[in-house]
């Protein structure tokens, strides 16, 4: 729905397709997989730790119209905003310690596209949830859990809750004890779980990264495709 480092906007045809009719993100970032093709129609549970980024899904998902988002005034090159929705627009993981930003080209577009696709959107997360907790307060419901955490090391700092705080060896538990079906995303340096090579990601600025997967589903029985071994060959043959 909106610009944010780290959204999975691109990577979300890869990833495997929602096999319950509730979708939990308990590191909600722009929800970018629960946005993608018919996801958003199912029950869709967001928990975001950082209150700035909740109060943004709180403000779309319970007060905000598409006449309001498409009013706002754009953004114009050289001036300067302290405004935290306009601030992520930066696409960069320094804008979540930035109080005030310049306004640059990039950023004033993504603005300009941001506010369209809201717009044209908001009907679709109007029954979502939206809590602003931490990931452990996610309701212990069967469900599709995209688990999206700030990635181990470097690519995960930056956040307003980063990877300097996560407790990965305790995350490993809780992600394995998720009723339903799992998919964890993890970058190179993620080694807490049996994650598989998915496919090397561009970045900003062209920099390349290499996106890991874990997955697991109660419903393998019926689909024998899915082994982690398998998963991955189906993965990397559709890219």
């Not at 300097?164 to 964890?184: A, N, T």
Request: aromatic share 12%.
């Amino acid at each position: 729905m909106f610009y944010y480092y780290g959204r999975k906007k691109q990577l979300a045809k890869h990833y495997p397709e929602s096999n319950f009719e509730t979708i939990v993100e308990p590191f909600a970032g722009a929800a970018a997989y629960s946005f993608f093709g018919d996801n958003w129609k199912k029950n869709v549970i967001l928990i975001e730790r950082d209150p700035k980024v909740a109060e943004i899904w709180d403000w779309m998902i319970n007060s905000a119209t598409p006449d309001e988002v498409a009013a706002l005034p754009d953004l114009q090159v050289g001036e300067k905003s302290s405004e935290f929705l306009h601030i992520i627009h930066a696409a960069t993981k320094m804008a979540f310690k930035y109080r005030t930003i310049k306004v640059t080209p990039v950023l004033a577009r993504n603005w300009e596209i941001s506010k369209r696709v809201i717009s044209s959107n908001l009907h679709r997360i109007k029954h979502w949830e939206i809590f602003c907790d931490d990931y452990t307060a996610a309701p212990d419901v069967e469900a599709t859990w995209f688990i999206d955490p700030p990635y181990k090391g470097d690519p995960g700092m930056g956040y307003g809750f980063s990877s300097s705080m996560m407790d990965y060896e305790g995350l490993s538990r809780w992600v394995l004890s998720r009723r339903g079906e799992v998919i964890c995303c993890e970058g190179q340096n993620g080694d807490y779980l049996p994650f598989e090579a998915l496919k090397p990601s561009k970045g900003v600025a062209g920099k390349v990264s290499v996106e890991k997967v874990f997955y697991r589903t109660s419903l393998a029985e019926r689909q024998p495709t899915l082994p982690l071994a398998e998963l991955k060959s189906e993965l990397l043959s559709i890219v």
